[in-house]
Nanobody, 127 residues
């Protein structure tokens, strides 16, 4: 059974940091590209960050560049999202996702390319 379980969210003040984790099971994690997406109330789901299978290549939305860092530990079947200098506009449900056939950097933001999704983890940033 495939599972992606996010954790680490919560309520924080603007300017502080959080680290999200996504623990994967039920599939060969190291052969999947991984991504983080987010969805704010009343908004469409948007791409946040992506990382290649071996962790060499990373991709970010312009809105989070220089503030967020995606990483993965294939030995622990886990992908992380370190979020620094949080802003109220970062408030959203954050989802991790896994993609078996994702090879182009330009394709990471395309949610239809992902095969598995987590249930989401709420992040709320107060001003």
């Amino acid at each position: 059974q495939v599972q992606l379980v996010e954790s680490g969210g919560g309520l924080v003040q603007a300017g502080t940091s959080l680290r999200l984790s996504c623990a994967a099971s039920g599939f060969d994690f190291s052969t999947y590209a991984m991504g983080w997406f987010r969805q704010a109330p009343g908004e469409e789901r948007e791409f946040v960050a992506g990382i290649s299978r071996g962790g060499i290549s990373t991709y970010y939305a312009d809105s989070v560049k220089e503030r967020f860092t995606i990483s993965r530990d294939n030995g622990k079947n886990t992908v992380y999202l370190q979020m620094n200098s949080l802003k109220p506009e970062d408030t959203a449900d954050y989802f991790c996702a896994a993609a078996r056939r994702l090879y182009s950097g330009s394709a990471y933001p395309d949610s239809s390319k992902y095969d598995y999704w987590g249930q989401g983890n709420q992040v709320t940033v107060s001003s």
